[in-house]
């Protein structure tokens, strides 16, 4: 009889031990106590070091005007991300060389972003896009190098700060708004229709209708003034997007003279049967 009471002492504590034991072990993607694996943190110290190269580099462009370091940042980045180990880790150490992160809804889709170090007037801007699929396959690209729409294969590099899932059954797509400038007196706002199909981004699909014509993105610049300021004028070039109704609102603009002006006005698209219009 003593021994029967010792076993039924001893059962409820061992089942506690294991389930607390379970619960510490237990892989859950948004924990913030798991740590990455030791190959990701290895991954991420040649990243910071780069990326300080990097930095450096900036104060010979004015006289080599070569972009090899942040090139080479951009291709070793894209190359760790491609390791799914890293989807779940942000790269807190990359943030002290400004480098932000962007993630949609569905925690399927991070952008890391950051202004090059090269920019004058004219912003130029790095965004490095990771997705996670359907299939746990990750997918990965410099979104500079999606473009095929410019006779030279590049496009306006923004700084993506908005980032959307749409509503389309049987897709995977999302909409990118960011904003950028051509030059100090040139700023501008775009949206993007970011698809993923067969393991491939693409940004250049015609899905927006503008004026009756389909394009492959909504892009709104002006010219700003002597007399105006430039960052108010970025607040009233907004685009905005409704996930409830999958409407995009961006203003309208004119020319005047020589210059693009905003007319105070706005136009809307919704999106429908796989086109903004």
Not at 72 to 88: G, I, P, Y
Not at 136 to 150: M, P, R, V
Not at 220 to 244: H, P, W
Request: contains cysteine.
């Amino acid at each position: 009889m003593k021994s029967s009471k010792k076993i039924l002492i001893f059962l409820p504590f061992t089942v506690l031990i294991a389930t607390i034991i379970l619960c510490a072990f237990s892989i859950n993607p948004n924990s913030q106590i798991k740590q990455p694996p030791h190959e990701v943190l290895n991954q991420e110290k040649t990243l910071s070091k780069l990326a300080n190269i990097l930095i450096e580099s900036a104060s010979s462009y004015s006289e080599t005007g070569s972009t090899s370091k942040e090139d080479q940042f951009v291709k070793k980045f894209v190359s760790v991300l491609a390791n799914a180990n890293t989807f779940n880790y942000d790269f807190p150490s990359l943030k002290k060389y400004n480098i932000s992160l962007l993630q949609s809804a569905d925690k399927r889709l991070k952008i890391y972003s950051w202004q090059s170090p090269y920019s004058g007037s004219m912003w130029h801007t790095q965004n490095i896009l990771q997705y996670l699929g359907n299939d746990h396959q990750i997918i990965t690209a410099s979104f500079n190098n999606l473009y095929e729409q410019k006779d030279d294969g590049t496009g306006p590099s923004p700084i993506l700060d908005k980032v959307y899932k749409i509503n389309n059954a049987g897709a995977n797509q999302y909409l990118l708004i960011g904003y950028g400038q051509i030059s100090g007196t040139e700023p501008y706002n775009v949206a993007h229709m970011l698809n993923i199909i067969n393991h491939r981004f693409n940004i250049n699909k015609k899905v927006f209708v503008i004026n009756n014509k389909p394009e492959n993105e909504i892009y709104v610049s002006v010219n700003v003034g002597e007399d105006q300021d430039i960052d108010e004028i970025r607040k009233k070039m907004d685009i905005k997007f409704d996930s409830t109704s999958q409407r995009i609102v961006y203003p309208v603009t004119k020319k005047a003279g020589n210059n693009l002006v905003l007319t105070g006005t706005t136009h809307q698209v919704q999106f429908k049967n796989g086109v903004f219009k």
